[in-house]
């Protein structure tokens, strides 16, 4: 699988946006972009995931950059319940597993 | 909807003792398990892959016979850690992947299981 590479932290104030970014420069065509939290003491949670199109669902928006070599994901309003490691990870075909990076750790502050 | 139950959510048994952990998909049937195992201020580490009535693979480095994965049906997959010692313990966690085609599915996660060995 091809690397990604996340800032090790970030900080929020609540109910502001959040972008947490994420650069894979060595994505491959087939690759899709996923992205998980995993709150403390949790399993992790997926987010969202895309290939190519930017992707919005009720948790997240994903901005997938042109050359895909880099993508953002926005919280829209960020809450003290979003505080959590995200996991930005390149996955391949339809049954491949998702190997970890360490993640951002983000921290919402009130 | 795609819900993975995990059980139990936390054991603590003496060094020798096997400990069996269950991984269920609640609401939907998954061809493919995983199982993760994640230490203190560490990321998900892959144990091993398991698919429904075949063995499972294991990533290097995870010894097969400590670790014995058995995914009988569509819907559960069990992981025993055979004679757990204290270096055993850790959090482990499952996933799942639903029997769907295209797109790319996302994994569904259960909660952990934080195993404590004394």
């Known amino acids: 699988d091809a690397k990604t590479t996340q800032p090790n932290s970030m900080e929020s104030n609540e109910e502001e946006p959040v972008h947490l970014p994420c650069n894979h420069s060595t994505i491959s065509g087939t690759d899709y972009i996923h992205w998980y939290r995993q709150l403390p003491s949790q399993g992790p949670e997926y987010v969202i995931h895309g290939l190519t199109s930017n992707v919005n669902n009720r948790m997240a928006s994903l901005a997938i950059a042109e050359d895909r070599k880099s993508s953002t994901l926005i919280l829209h309003r960020a809450t003290l319940r979003d505080a959590a490691v995200y996991y930005c990870?390149?996955?391949?075909?339809?049954?491949?597993?998702?190997?970890f990076g360490k993640g951002t750790k983000l921290s919402v502050k009130p | 909807g795609a819900v993975v139950s995990q059980h139990p959510s936390w054991v603590i048994c003496k060094s020798g003792t096997s400990v069996k952990i269950e991984c269920r998909s609640l609401d939907f049937q998954a061809t493919t398990m995983f199982w993760y195992r994640q230490f203190p201020k560490q990321s998900l580490m892959l144990m091993a892959t398991?698919?429904?009535?075949?063995?499972?693979?294991?990533e290097q480095g995870v010894e097969k016979d400590k670790f014995l994965i058995n995914h009988a049906s569509l819907t559960l997959s069990t992981l025993t850690v055979t004679s757990a010692h204290p270096e055993d313990s850790s959090f482990y966690i499952c996933?799942?992947?639903?029997?769907?085609?295209?797109?790319?599915?996302?994994?569904?996660f259960g909660d952990g299981t934080r195993l404590s060995i004394l």
């Open positions: 996933s799942a992947l639903a029997l769907l085609t295209g797109d790319n599915q996302p994994q569904h």
């Open positions: 990870i390149l996955r391949g075909g339809s049954q491949g597993n998702l190997i």
């Open positions: 398991s698919n429904e009535g075949s063995k499972a693979t294991y």
